[in-house]
């Protein structure tokens, strides 16, 4: 085998920490194999990046900086990425299944002509097939996918493997990339964003999340006490986004963030499938509900039945004196 | 069979369109001769005229293969926009879109939340990473839609017995593209361990006992 290629998201001047996991996966199985792993960082802040890709095994650094891939648009992604592809021919591409990957690897495998493996779980080069595991149908089910091409793209559900720190060569390669000539007929206009809380939601080790029990403004206030008293991020379900409580971008879901804390806390969330499906593999679920058959306590460690709005202040407190 | 909630939220988006700036909606699928029932749906909801391809393994293809057949419908075709859903609910793919709109040279943005029409150009509003993006395209174009769109309206009895005089063009797809990936089974996922239950009537007891349990036996709590 000769080389993995993994693009790396960044967020914020920072690698995004599902990234660093998909670079680790790929470190191990180049290890293993004996190949190389590059990567492409495309960023205003690429150069200051590349020290840290090595840090967790990059050999080579395709490094093209340019602010204009901090805004996101498919199509320069898709061309950049379909370059490399054609300048490494490597044996698999990985990235972080982010929203900016989805958009992008529809064009990415017709260009390049390579078959995708779309948000998995685990994944693995075995003999001449690329082999990956992912849930479907609201991640009740695993499937077992696999694909015998020479050349084969994953991306990579957040949290499915741990961040690393291993060395690799870190050899820079200064790549020119014409982003006019690539960025086509579609423009973007206007990025709004949308933070909630102090810690992003797909990065964060601790989630606080509320459903539709988080009534009003006080509840709001309660939650988001214990979490900043647990330095966690926020999370929501659709109907509390849809309530306008929370913006979409804190929606934990199947069609909203995928998650996988150390310590999920649901707060007043029925546990619809929908949204089980984007939390069901944090490992400890601490669930708090007034209703006992709620489903949520099925996928919960430890459940609570009682008043959201009388457990959380006590809660904050407990944890604040522990 | 059922239609796909995300592809329900495309339908709808095309009719809240048309109604406002004209034009034709055509449905497209590829399945099975039982999803004429999916497509009768969609007509009812209101769209115009439709095209089923006909293929009765449609399940077993992947996302290459489907996009391949859709495009060589497609080519030659005139259209404003395609709307597709953002992706099956079943397998949650998502690729279809974007790989048809690669093949056809269109430009597009997957995820929309929100579509308007501005001096003949589309300002899509997209679910991004860190807010929502507005994105214009122009026309001819391609958008997948998240079911965060919009409702999809209930088909009224009207729409249902104008459904039935609706042309729909059926035609068997005679050869399928060659999949580049199998689905080879399924596993269960893991299972969790069984709950621990805490009765919280009292708050105070309930909370303190959760906490020892987060650090002594989870430690997940320092």
């Given at each position: 085998m000769s080389s993995i290629l993994v693009y790396l998201s960044t967020s914020d001047d920072k690698i995004r920490r599902s990234s660093l996991e998909v670079l680790s996966r790929c470190r191990e199985i180049a290890d293993r194999d004996g190949a190389d792993v590059a990567v492409v960082l495309a960023s205003g802040s690429a150069s200051g990046l590349v020290g840290e890709a090595a840090s967790y095994g990059a050999d080579r650094v395709y490094a093209v900086v340019n602010p204009e891939f901090d805004g996101h648009l498919n199509a320069p992604l898709a061309a950049l990425l379909s370059q490399i592809v054609s300048v490494e021919s490597p044996r698999l591409v990985a990235m972080a299944g982010t929203e900016g990957a989805k958009d992008v690897v529809g064009s990415l495998s017709v260009k390049a002509g390579l078959p995708v493996l779309p948000d998995v779980s685990s994944f693995d080069v075995a003999g001449n097939e690329v082999v990956a595991v992912r849930p479907v149908m609201a991640a009740k089910k695993l499937a077992r996918v696999r694909s015998a091409a020479p050349s084969v793209i994953v991306t990579v559900r957040s949290g499915s493997y741990a961040a690393v720190a291993k060395e690799g060569r870190g050899e820079r390669v200064d790549y020119s990339f014409d982003y006019a000539e690539s960025v086509g007929t579609a423009v973007l206009r206007d990025v709004a964003s949308a933070k909630v809380g102090a810690v992003d939601l797909s990065e964060a080790s601790v989630v606080v999340s509320a459903g539709r029990g988080v009534k009003d403004a006080d509840g709001k206030a309660l939650l988001e006490k214990l979490a900043s008293t647990l330095g966690a991020a926020i999370g929501a379900t659709r109907a509390v986004v849809e309530n306008g409580l929370y913006p979409a971008t804190a929606q934990i879901g199947q069609t909203g963030k995928v998650v996988s804390p150390e310590l999920y806390i649901a707060v007043g969330i029925s546990g619809a499938i929908q949204h089980v499906a984007g939390m069901a593999n944090s490992r400890v679920i601490v669930a708090i509900n007034k209703d006992e058959d709620a489903p949520i306590f099925q996928y919960a460690t430890y459940g609570i039945v009682g008043d959201l709005y009388r457990i959380l202040p006590a809660l904050t407190e407990a944890i604040e004196q522990s | 069979m059922v239609l796909n909630a995300y592809d329900a939220s495309a339908v709808e988006e095309a009719l809240v369109l048309r109604d406002q700036f004209g034009g034709h909606i055509n449905l497209l699928l590829v399945g099975p001769q039982s999803a004429a029932e999916t497509i009768r749906k969609a007509l009812a909801m209101g769209a115009d005229s439709a095209t089923h391809l006909v293929y009765?393994?449609?399940?077993?293809?992947d996302s290459g293969a489907i996009s391949e057949i859709l495009a060589a419908e497609l080519s030659g075709a005139e259209y404003d926009v395609v709307l597709c859903g953002k992706q099956a609910q079943d397998t949650d793919a998502g690729l279809t879109g974007g790989m048809l709109a690669e093949r056809l040279g269109l430009p597009y943005t997957t995820n929309a939340v929100g579509l308007e029409i501005d001096g003949g150009q589309i300002v899509v509003t997209r679910q991004g990473d860190s807010g929502r993006e507005t994105i214009l395209l122009p026309t001819p174009c391609l958008v997948t839609c998240s079911n965060d769109m919009n409702d999809p309206r209930i088909p009224s009895l009207k729409g249902i017995m104008a459904s039935k005089k609706k042309p729909i063009s059926s035609r068997p797809v005679e050869s399928a593209p060659d999949n580049a990936t199998t689905m080879v089974g399924f596993v269960e996922p893991p299972q969790r361990p069984a709950v621990t239950m805490i009765d919280g009537t009292d708050e105070a007891e309930a909370v303190e006992r959760l906490v020892r349990e987060l650090k002594n036996t989870s430690k997940v709590l320092q």
């Open positions: - | 009765e393994a449609s399940s077993d293809l």
